[in-house]
């Protein structure tokens, strides 16, 4: 009896994703011993949150009577409002003295950084409002209610990775959350195939099932508190299970809202 193939296209994401796994693991472990490779690290983050933004901006939902041309343009200008932000963190956080292993991440540095960097995007999208509602308020208040989401959900989030990039043991402590987010997916996928069942959110995602879901919280739960010691501070099982669960819900919830938002 011949063992089931694996879907073309699977096998093209396991190929992808573990190429990319094996790479991004090799950097985050050794920028536990490697300094320099915390600039690799910042770089990464980076990339990953502008394409988040990127990405973001794609599914904008944008007054309905502009052509094509228009949407790419308002979309490119999205981009560089939310991103500037991410853009002032990697050249304040490249310096030299914030990468290296003894930094401590002053508090009132910090607060500085995230005040400056907030109040610029501030001003660039109450710039970018103001100049669009001359013409068309409808569509200002679109571009400022995608960005305000946007801000919630994808800049704040790589504003915290960029930060936890050059932090001491940045690392070990990436590598322990990707673990935890990749095995909840992996749980998902093959509860949901194998046991099917009730949907989670049929009129939001139809292919979602309560087994996938209870299958990667299960998975992530055994990943997160079987190398909980990856994470500094991190020294007992209940906190371990409490923030595991957290990151994974968090995770599901997430994936959820992006579906809705396509």
Not at 83 to 110: H, K, N, Q
Not at 136 to 147: C, S, T
Not at 177 to 202: E, H, T
Request: glycine share 10%; hydrophobic share 55%; proline share 5%.
């Amino acid at each position: 009896m011949n063992a089931p193939s694996i879907p073309p296209e699977l096998r093209r994401r396991m190929i992808t994703g573990f190429s990319l796994a094996g790479v991004l693991i090799a950097v985050l472990l050794g920028s536990y011993w490697t300094p320099w490779l915390k600039w690799v690290l910042l770089i990464l983050a980076f990339c990953f949150s502008g394409l988040g933004i990127f990405e973001f901006a794609s599914m904008s939902m944008l007054a309905p009577q502009l052509v094509d041309s228009q949407k790419r343009g308002y979309r490119l200008l999205f981009v560089v409002v939310a991103g500037v932000p991410l853009l002032i963190s990697l050249f304040s956080f490249s310096r030299p003295w914030l990468l290296s292993s003894d930094f401590e991440a002053p508090i009132t540095y910090l607060a500085l950084h995230y005040g400056t960097t907030i109040l610029v995007s501030l001003l660039m999208a109450i710039g970018v409002a103001i100049m669009v509602g001359r013409n068309d308020l409808e569509l200002a208040r679109l571009l400022v209610r995608d960005w305000l989401a946007c801000f919630v959900f994808v800049t704040i989030g790589g504003l915290a990775l960029m930060t936890l990039t050059v932090l001491p043991g940045a690392g070990a402590v990436l590598f322990w959350y990707l673990l935890v987010i990749c095995l909840n997916d992996v749980g998902a996928y093959f509860a949901g195939k194998k046991f099917g069942g009730a949907k989670l959110a049929p009129e939001i995602s139809p292919n979602k099932t309560w087994s996938g879901s209870v299958g990667g919280v299960a998975a992530g739960l055994l990943a997160g508190c079987s190398s909980f010691f990856l994470v500094p501070h991190l020294d007992n099982l209940p906190g371990t299970v409490l923030l595991v669960t957290i990151l994974v819900v968090t995770a599901q919830v997430g994936d959820l809202a992006q579906s809705s938002i396509k």
